[in-house]
């Protein structure tokens, strides 16, 4: 959640800070241990004032820094670029997989009980936290993997110590974290995360967990791993809280806009109209059904540019957004929900896209690639930084152009006629 806005502007920052730098590599980490103005041991002493003020006992504060050391490995992370580029579809078509589908819909079942008094009493539909929790942690399946998931207390207390730019919320978000040990809420050893902070099935930042997290299984204790409740819950009160989400409305709709329609309208921020008058210029469902809430505001939204999907974003679209900040993150959210619960893919084509390929071409695919020589670390139908690595040497080995690391149609077609 909020760890994707913290990971890009933490970037921004020491991304700076390491262009300036230019040359070795280590540079940025060194730059940033430098920025620390006392060795660690002094820095837990003198912290501990700011915890007391806080409430937190020193039971807690001790269980926590006693022996702790500072994961500085944080550092690199927080510096690093994103691998591969990908375009709005195949963002699209790798978060809203087969697998995931077929997960998705799994879970909507064995939880429909939570998913109801969810709906029933935050008011968040069933298809949004579906999609979230796909997003997320893929459904939980991020969760039980011992190399992504590590202790947070020495990742924020590195930050809290050694990020200077970010100081004051990494101290913050420190302090949160000691607040909920103190609480009883969870043992330090049981909050890991992804990476520095972000934990459980909706992936919360201690503030989150702290002031939107929801006793939801009635245990007594806040608790965003294991059973999923108190995690979903949470995630739709902060929904509804924060994102304004109003309970019962559509995210959106795909529509067709006429021949000859003004295309300054279209992904033009100032544009926003009711669906009333989008109806009079034009603007149609793709399948024809009327819109609901004729009255409520939207705007278009084409994500894949000219040509492709055109959407109406309405009220929910953003509340939903709150997340992260990102509409791509977003439409793969309510999109991924909506194919969870029954929902078409949608009905125009991507300029330039393709479909997704289903869990056995994906298969096929790594098992193709690894016999090629080109390593997808398993063959289960899902596409991780491993298979993207595999694909992109691939393409490049072959001359498949751009080499993207996209398992795309075309690169399951060039391996077919190779092996
Ligand atoms: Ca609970």
């Known amino acids: 959640m909020s760890l994707h806005l913290d990971r890009r502007s933490v970037s921004l920052g020491l991304l700076s800070a390491a262009f300036a730098g230019a040359g070795s590599l280590s540079w940025p980490v060194r730059a940033l241990a430098q920025q620390a103005e006392k060795p660690f041991p002094q820095w837990v002493q003198d912290f501990r004032a700011r915890a007391r003020a806080r409430g ?20 690199a992370h927080d510096r690093a670029q994103p691998e591969f580029t990908e375009k709005p579809w195949q963002y699209l078509n790798r978060r809203v997989s087969d697998w995931r589908i077929s997960v998705g819909r799994e879970r909507a079942q064995q939880y429909a009980g939570l998913f109801n008094r969810i709906e029933n009493r935050i008011g968040v539909d069933r298809n949004v936290m579906l999609g979230y929790w796909g997003m997320e942690s893929a ?39 000691l607040v909920i040990v ?13 990476w520095a902070g972000a934990m459980g099935h909706t992936q919360w930042m201690p503030e989150v967990w702290l002031n939107m997290g929801v006793d939801f299984d009635g245990d007594g204790k806040i608790f965003p791993y294991g059973r999923p409740d108190d995690a979903l819950a949470g995630t739709a009160n902060y929904l509804v809280k924060r994102g304004k989400y109003r309970r019962g409305e559509p995210w959106g709709y795909e529509v067709r806009v006429p ?34 809430g004729l009255g409520d505001q939207a705007r278009l939204w084409q994500p894949g540019g000219d040509g492709g999907p055109t959407l109406l974003l309405m009220h929910n679209f953003y509340a939903v957004r ?70 992109r040497s691939f393409q490049q080995h072959s001359g498949i152009k751009p080499a993207d690391g996209y398992a795309s149609l075309e690169v399951l077609s060039a391996l077919r006629r190779m092996n």
């Open 322 to 391: 709150s997340y992260n900040p990102s509409n791509n993150y977003a439409l793969a959210v309510v999109h991924l929900g909506d194919r969870i619960m029954g929902g078409a893919p949608f009905v125009t084509p991507w300029p330039g896209g393709e479909r997704a390929l289903s869990i056995a071409e994906l298969q096929e695919l790594q098992t193709r690639l690894t016999y090629a020589g080109f390593d997808t670390s398993g063959t289960d139908g899902r596409v991780g930084p491993a298979t993207m690595r595999a694909v």
């Open 139 to 177: 459904f939980g399946d991020v969760l039980k993997s011992s190399d992504h998931m590590k202790p947070i207390f020495p990742s924020l207390a590195a930050l809290a110590w050694g990020d200077k730019r970010r100081r004051k919320y990494w101290e913050t978000e420190l302090l949160n974290a």
């Open 182 to 194: 103190d609480r009883g809420w969870a043992k330090p050893e049981q909050m890991t995360g992804s």
């Open 56 to 75: 937190i006992s020193d039971a807690t504060y001790d269980s926590v820094f006693r022996g702790l050391k500072p994961d500085t490995s944080v550092y």
């Open 259 to 292: 021949a000859g329609f003004d295309r300054s309208l279209i992904n033009n921020t100032k544009e926003r109209r009711s669906l009333d008058q989008w109806s009079r210029l034009g603007v149609t469902t793709i399948d024809g059904q009327s819109f609901r």
